[in-house]
């Protein structure tokens, strides 16, 4: 097996700078919310509360995984337009997660963003499983 050299994966970077601003904003509603309804604790049973926390958390549980994946295979040099596609649908389908669970279309927009955030991870990881076992095929 040849030696890969890694590089920085600049366009992870800006990925991952777009998808934390979007954390920011979905916890600032969580925050804002709270204090505009006083709920100091949990959901106090209020729905639209509960989903500005769902949406928060699954922001939370899905986004550092695809990161990690997508900045990996970036860095054993997957093309720059691979990584682009790949990142830049990742954040439509957290955009269309995020507003289902605000209640805009929710079937629509929810399985949607779930789809399309599975099939990122799932395409990043056949990339990295193929570019283990030969190097620059992407």
Same mark, same amino acid.
């Given at each position: 097996?040849? *030696? /890969?050299?890694? #590089?920085?994966?600049?366009? %992870?970077?800006?990925?991952? $700078?777009?998808? #934390?601003?979007?954390?920011?904003?979905?916890?600032?509603?969580?925050?804002?919310?709270?204090?505009?309804?006083?709920?100091?604790?949990?959901?106090? @049973? &209020? &729905?639209?509360? $509960?989903?500005?926390?769902? *949406?928060?958390? @699954?922001?939370? !549980?899905?986004?550092? *995984? %695809?990161?990690?994946?997508?900045?990996?295979? !970036?860095? #054993?040099?997957?093309?720059?337009?691979?990584?682009?596609?790949?990142? *830049?649908? #990742?954040?439509?389908?957290?955009?269309?997660?995020?507003?289902?669970?605000?209640?805009? +279309? !929710? +079937?629509?927009?929810?399985?949607?963003?779930?789809?399309?955030?599975?099939?990122?991870?799932?395409?990043?990881?056949?990339?990295? /499983?193929?570019? =283990?076992?030969?190097?620059?095929? =992407?």
């Amino acid at each position: 097996m040849e *030696a /890969i050299v890694a #590089v920085a994966p600049i366009n %992870t970077m800006l990925i991952s $700078a777009l998808l #934390v601003i979007m954390k920011l904003v979905l916890g600032i509603s969580v925050t804002k919310y709270r204090a505009q309804h006083n709920i100091l604790w949990g959901d106090n @049973n &209020d &729905d639209r509360m $509960a989903r500005r926390i769902r *949406a928060h958390a @699954n922001h939370s !549980e899905w986004v550092p *995984a %695809t990161l990690i994946i997508l900045g990996l295979i !970036e860095m #054993v040099g997957v093309s720059p337009i691979i990584i682009g596609v790949l990142g *830049a649908s #990742v954040i439509i389908g957290r955009c269309l997660h995020a507003l289902g669970l605000a209640g805009n +279309a !929710e +079937a629509f927009n929810r399985a949607t963003g779930i789809a399309i955030n599975w099939g990122v991870l799932a395409l990043c990881s056949l990339i990295a /499983i193929v570019e =283990f076992f030969a190097p620059g095929t =992407f």
